[in-house]
């Protein structure tokens, strides 16, 4: 009997695991286009931005890699009801973001989240980042490098703590694929080649960016007892 | 009085197109050379020292922990030499024992971007900085 709970436990981890779901993805892309959210997003890599007018051009965020971007269950969630992730506008730092993205319903939620998890990029290396409290991360976050100069987080006693000009970190435990942290501190190139963020690469070491992807990637509510 | 040709006539009108044709390329030419290292700092450096310079960027909350140098302050902005501008803009705060809330751009900018940043600084300043 165990056996065979397990063996049915295994399958469907590896179902969940598994998150293209072809059929669904088709669909989903289908609902991309059809709702036009290709005016903000493109989705076909790799990276087009070579001058800062480029990346000024564009009115959102590039989704050609959003399924190493992004956890699964968080992105369902977000366009079924999408909350602010920025506190300003994309690409203003004079207005602050009131939100006010487009929602998805029904069906649609499923087959847009199943469209953008299979758009994935081979720069994001599987399974090295465990999410983990970390000192030296924090140190590096918060003093080093401070990445609470630009981004917010929830500081300590949850005082929500840091600049505001890009997007919020608060939770991104939930939201960000730990891997990817540490891919997109290490490879800025490759995803976002003009950015307001600096580059890091060549500062921090591969060892320190690996604390900060751990430490960031810990950013989720505790578990209740 | 003497009617001008069509010959004059056409000859003014193709002059006029030409001057006016010239005049537009000049106009809009020049502003987007002027404002390259402009766009640079509203880019980078606005998110902390503002569009205007003044030190008040978004980032800029009563939680953070320093005060974002205001380069319209000409009399500190004088304090510091155009090398001491390159540096801290290159390798950050520490570099000249300030915070490193101002990171190092050395790998995200280019050598014409930072030359041309501290050209914009000494602009918004108005100062020379010191010399020597």
């Known amino acids: 009997m165990r056996l065979s709970i397990t063996a049915i436990f295994s399958?469907?981890?590896?179902?969940?695991?598994?998150?293209?779901?072809?059929?669904?993805?088709?669909a989903g892309k289908d609902v991309f286009e059809a709702k036009g959210c290709g005016g903000c997003h493109y989705t076909e890599g790799p990276a087009r931005e070579k001058t800062i007018d480029d990346q000024l051009a564009k009115k959102g965020p590039e989704l050609w890699y959003a399924g190493s971007k992004f956890q699964k269950d968080w992105l369902g969630k977000w366009l079924a009801d999408p909350k602010p992730i920025r506190p300003m506008k994309f690409n203003n730092l004079m207005q602050e973001n009131t939100g006010g993205h487009p929602k998805l319903a029904g069906g649609d939620v499923a087959a847009v989240t199943d469209f953008l998890m299979g758009l994935t990029s081979t720069e994001v290396a599987a399974g090295k980042v465990k999410p983990k409290k970390n000192p030296k991360g924090r140190q590096i976050f918060t003093k080093k490098m401070p990445c609470s100069g630009c981004h917010q987080y929830l500081g300590r006693k949850k005082k929500l703590s840091g600049g505001r000009s890009g997007p919020s970190l608060v939770e991104a435990g939930l939201r960000l694929n730990p891997d990817w942290i540490l891919a997109y501190l290490q490879k800025p190139k490759v995803f976002?080649?003009?950015?307001?963020?600096?580059?890091?690469?060549?500062?921090?070491?591969d060892k320190d960016m690996l604390n900060v992807a751990r430490y960031v990637a810990n950013f989720k509510p505790k578990k209740k007892k | 009085m003497k009617q001008p040709s069509m010959n004059e006539r056409g000859l003014k009108e193709v002059?006029?197109?030409?001057?006016?044709?010239?005049?537009v390329a000049l106009f809009s030419a020049a502003p987007a050379f002027a404002s390259d290292p402009e766009k640079v700092f509203k880019f980078y450096c606005a998110q902390c020292h503002g569009l205007t310079g003044k030190g008040d960027g978004p980032n800029v909350t009563k939680d953070f922990p320093v005060s974002?140098?205001?380069?319209?302050?000409?009399?500190?902005?004088?304090?510091?030499?155009?090398?001491?501008?390159?540096?801290?803009i290159l390798d950050g705060g520490p570099s000249v024992s300030k915070s490193p809330m101002m990171p190092p751009w050395s790998k995200t900018l280019t050598a014409e971007q930072v030359d041309g940043l501290v050209k914009h600084l000494r602009g918004i300043c108005k100062c020379k900085g010191k010399q020597g």
Request: cysteine-free; proline content about 7%; glycine content about 4%.
């Open chain 1, 192 to 205: 976002k080649p003009v950015k307001m963020m600096p580059v890091f690469a060549g500062l921090l070491s």
């Open chain 2, 15 to 23: 002059l006029a197109i030409v001057v006016f044709t010239v005049l």
């Open chain 2, 68 to 88: 974002p140098r205001n380069f319209t302050n000409a009399k500190e902005m004088d304090k510091l030499s155009d090398a001491d501008l390159k540096n801290v």
């Open chain 1, 11 to 26: 399958a469907a981890l590896l179902l969940g695991a598994a998150s293209s779901n072809p059929a669904g993805a088709a």
